[in-house]
Every structure is written in structure tokens, then in C-alpha cells.
């Protein structure tokens, strides 16, 4: 697929009443290469809120100040069954707290604890739903959001996920597919019974707040990279704020190594690196198929389906970086871009279904 490049990520739990769907926005930010979406929250006719996409997120955070109007925000008691059904809560006395990692500081090594509360949230022109439980955050909490952001919509697949709240709300199908573009806009669905891209199926390992899959190989033009199994074992984590793919160090040598050699085949030449990236390339005499799609070496990665392996194909701009003021075109091998090419979807490990999802991963070393 051509053109615009999309992600779709399609999680479903299991069998619910309504098949009706909700649809909000997705914007990218290019510069920090942040997804958000915007929602409105509080009593205010118009009190809209730009919140990151983070599906290892479960309870969502923001900064309150960028509420309009707090007329109608209550604060959580530690008693009410809401409290006691948050992970990692706490209590002051009196009211419920969070502990809140937050998702751009390495292995969460820092957290802050913050109260929890609950609004109204309006997701369209005519569609609202009461309560909407959330954390507000110290403004020096949300450093490394860029600055249209406010905070973070939790995705994850934990208790508290804006889309499972949603969901509760209406009495729909438990399941959300986001649609992250190459630039400009997308798509982020909740419930519903169809978001119009065929699918391609294999299981997701859903482990405490993450999701995972389980890459069983790695091709460069077709050809499979010699790996020892063991260093795929364990799955490959979904992120939606890690702007490209991070592999372990074997892992990346041999996909850097195959891939330079095919990228010489092909007319380009290697330059000196360019922070943050390791391997370089100038286009050379390699020809663009069109002004979107360069003539790059393609990556795949195996993935279990219905009995047999499925590929997951990068080719393109989704594996290169671009540096225009340098005429340069940087490739990043290990770091695959962002950007996907094609939708491969993902369902929900529930009753036999699988979802399917597509996002970089990030394998843990």
C-alpha cells in the first residue's frame, strides 16, 4: 500500500452487546514523532485536551490546570470500590492515589504519586459519559510531552484504559483499533464492528501492562538472518511512544550487516554516522520507484499466524529516515521507522481469538 502509511492496532476481548463505534482523532506531532489524540473533559461547553497515545499506559494522567472548568472534577475516596480496584494505589487519609510512571524515563525508574479523580468525558459533538477516572499531575511531570500535550491516554490492557472505560460506558464491544499516519492525521476507533482494512492475525502476549508478540525470524530481501532462537525468546514489546525500533545488540549487528550489503547492491554508498543512528546511506544510483517509496532493501519479520508463519514487510520510507537538509538518506536497520506500509492487525488472546496489532517493538536484551 502506497501513499499514506498507517497503523492499526485492533485489540478484542470478547462478545458485548452493541456493535456501535466512536471515532476521535489522531494527530502526530512531527518533530517528537508523539501521537495524540484530544477529548474533551469537564463541565465546559468546549474544554478540549491533547493527550499522548501510550498503550503501556492503564490509568490515564494529564495535567488538570488545562481543564476549562474543575466545577464538576471530584476527587476518588480511599474506601470506594473505584480505589480499590487500581493497581498500585495508595491513600492519604482520605482520598486515592496513583503511583504514575511516567513512559519516557528509561525502566520507570521514576514515579510520582498522584491523586485520583473523576470528570465527564466527551469523546464527540453529542456523545459524553460520566465518570471518567483519571490522575492529575504536577506540570513538571509531563516533561518530554510536546507542547500541544497535557498528558497521557492510557491504552494499556489493564483495568482503567480510557478504551475500557468507553466501552463500560456504552455497553459496547470491548476492542479499539488506532490508525497512527506517516503525517497529518488518523484514526483512533473504539467498539464497533469493523474498521474497513482486512486482517492479518497472530497472537498477542499481553504481559502486566504490555502487549507483546513473538517474532519466530527476521528476513532482509527474503532471506532469513541467521539468529539463535533464544534471542527471540520472550517476545517483542508494542510501544507507541518509542519513536524506532530498539534490538539487541546480536540482533542488530546481523540485521545491519545483511542489510548494508544489499543496500551496496542496489547503487547506495555508506557515509560516516549520524547521530542517533549508526548505519548511513546516500541514495546513490539506487532509483526511487516513486517520489514515497525509495528503492530500499525490504525488512520482514516472521510472525506466528493460523499455522503458519505471516510477515510483518517494511520497505521504503519505513525503513529509512530521511535527512533533507543534508541530502542524505540515513538508515536505520535496527531502528525501523515508525511508519508502516501495510496493516497487519492483532486480536485479543481470549476465548482462541488472537488481536493483532501493528507498532514497533522494542526486544528486551
Known amino acids: 500500500m ?95 492515589l496513583y503511583l504514575q510512571q511516567s513512559p519516557f524515563v528509561k525502566n520507570h525508574t521514576v514515579s510520582t504519586v498522584d491523586r485520583v479523580v473523576q470528570d465527564k468525558a466527551t469523546i464527540s459533538t453529542k456523545v459524553s459519559f460520566r465518570p471518567f477516572t483519571f490522575s492529575c499531575v504536577a506540570q513538571t511531570h509531563i516533561q518530554g510531552l510536546s507542547p500541544p500535550i497535557a498528558g497521557v491516554l492510557g491504552l494499556s490492557p489493564g483495568e482503567f484504559p480510557f478504551w475500557r472505560q468507553v466501552t463500560r460506558a ?97 547503487g547506495m554508498s555508506e557515509i560516516p554516522r549520524l547521530a542517533p543512528f549508526k548505519h548511513c546511506f546516500q541514495e546513490g544510483s539506487s532509483m526511487r520507484i516513486n517520489e514515497e517509496l525509495m528503492n530500499v532493501t525490504s525488512v520482514e519479520i516472521g510472525l506466528p499466524g493460523n499455522g503458519r508463519e505471516v510477515k510483518w514487510t517494511f520497505h521504503g520510507k519505513n525503513t529509512v529516515v530521511s535527512n533533507l537538509e543534508k541530502k542524505n538518506d540515513l538508515l536505520s536497520p535496527p531502528t525501523l521507522r515508525f511508519d508502516i506500509s501495510s496493516c497487519v492487525s492483532f486480536r485479543w488472546p481470549t476465548e482462541g481469538l488472537y488481536p493483532s496489532v501493528a507498532t514497533p517493538f522494542r526486544h528486551r536484551s
Open 2 to 96: 502506497h501513499g499514506l502509511k498507517r497503523l492499526i492496532i485492533f485489540i478484542s476481548m470478547f462478545a458485548a452487546i452493541s456493535e456501535a463505534q466512536y471515532l476521535l482523532p489522531i494527530t502526530k506531532n512531527e518533530t517528537t514523532k508523539q501521537y495524540y489524540t484530544t477529548i474533551n473533559i469537564g463541565s465546559a461547553a468546549n474544554s478540549p485536551v491533547n493527550l499522548l497515545l501510550d498503550i503501556g499506559t492503564d490509568l490515564s494522567w494529564l495535567n488538570c490546570r488545562k481543564i476549562k472548568s474543575l466545577s464538576s472534577l471530584h476527587l476518588v475516596p480511599c474506601q470506594s470500590p473505584t480505589c480499590k480496584s487500581i493497581p498500585s494505589n495508595a491513600c492519604d487519609g482520605k482520598h486515592c
Open 170 to 266: 456504552f455497553n459496547i464491544i470491548p476492542r479499539f483499533a488506532i490508525c497512527l499516519p506517516s503525517s497529518g492525521n488518523g484514526n483512533f476507533f473504539i467498539g464497533g464492528g469493523g474498521f474497513g482494512v482486512s486482517m492479518t492475525l497472530t497472537p498477542l502476549k499481553i504481559v502486566g501492562s504490555d502487549y507483546l508478540i513473538s517474532p519466530t525470524s527476521i528476513y532482509v530481501d527474503g532471506i532469513p538472518l541467521s539468529l539463535n532462537p533464544s534471542l527471540l525468546e520472550g517476545g517483542a514489546k508494542l510501544s507507541t511512544v518509542v519513536p524506532y525500533t530498539v534490538l539487541q545488540t546480536d540482533i542488530y549487528n546481523a540485521l545491519a550487516s545483511a542489510f548494508t550489503r544489499k543496500a551496496m547492491k542496489i
